[in-house]
């Protein structure tokens, strides 16, 4: 079954306003990818976190994750038109990454 | 400078052909992975070799066949195709044999269309 679940599965936001999206996932992991994808190109890496990290930052965006509750949260501050994307989570954990479904942002000017 | 390429980009092809979609990283890295994702944007790992060795096989139907020639190319032939094998492909490659471990770059896809 699929690792992670993002959520909201669709986002809509003004340019410059902060985008939160969260992400479930069911067993144990190494550590949380996330990825960022627009339309009709490949997935591009944004950030790693290990399962021993709690909290992540590179440049506006900013990784948290919470072991204990099996989720992570990518914020993405002071959006910008560029930023909208398809957003997915991915799991690491034993010899594969398992991605999530998603999250499609739409910033707008 | 392409770090990871696919050819062809699109591919619109009737069922029962067979087909090859074309690998290539220049990353230096190990591992080199497939991937296929749907039309609702699932992405699910289809296959992942190291160093020419395959290392994952999920369950993907026998008519899939990849092939790594050198630890750079990674090809992927599909036999009888299906309506069903419609999606994108995406090659992927990362520098750790552990896939779970490192950051994987991906290519820009390749759009199968089978009519």
């Known amino acids: 079954s699929q690792q992670g679940e993002e959520d909201p599965q669709a986002l809509s936001i003004q340019e410059g306003e902060n985008a939160t999206m969260n992400c479930s996932y069911k067993?144990?992991?190494?550590?949380l990818q996330w990825y960022r994808q627009n339309s009709g190109r490949g997935l591009v890496h944004l950030i790693l976190?290990?399962?021993?990290?709690r909290e992540k930052h590179s440049g506006r965006l900013r990784v948290t994750l919470d072991t204990s509750k099996k989720s992570s949260s990518l914020l993405i501050t002071a959006s910008r038109a560029a930023d909208t994307a398809s957003y997915f989570c991915?799991?690491?954990?034993?010899?594969?990454?398992?991605f999530g479904t998603g999250t499609q942002l739409k910033v707008e000017l | 400078d392409t770090a990871v390429s696919q050819t062809p980009k699109y591919l619109v092809t009737q069922m029962g052909n067979d087909k090859s979609i074309k690998c290539e990283q220049n990353?230096?890295?190990?591992?080199m992975y497939w991937y296929k994702q749907d039309s609702k944007k699932f992405l699910k790992i289809m296959f992942s070799?190291?160093?020419?060795?395959?290392?994952i096989n999920e369950t993907v139907p026998n008519r899939f066949s990849p092939k790594s020639p050198d630890k750079a190319h990674l090809n992927l032939h599909i036999n009888s195709l299906e309506l069903g094998d419609s999606a994108v492909y995406f090659c992927a490659s990362s520098q750790d044999v552990v896939a779970g471990q490192d950051t994987q770059y991906f290519g820009p896809g390749t759009r199968l269309t089978v009519l």
């Open positions: 070799y190291n160093n020419k060795e395959l290392i």
């Open positions: 067993t144990s992991i190494n550590n």
């Open positions: 976190i290990r399962s021993n990290e």
């Open positions: 991915a799991t690491g954990g034993g010899n594969k990454l398992t």
């Open positions: 990353l230096g890295h190990d591992t």
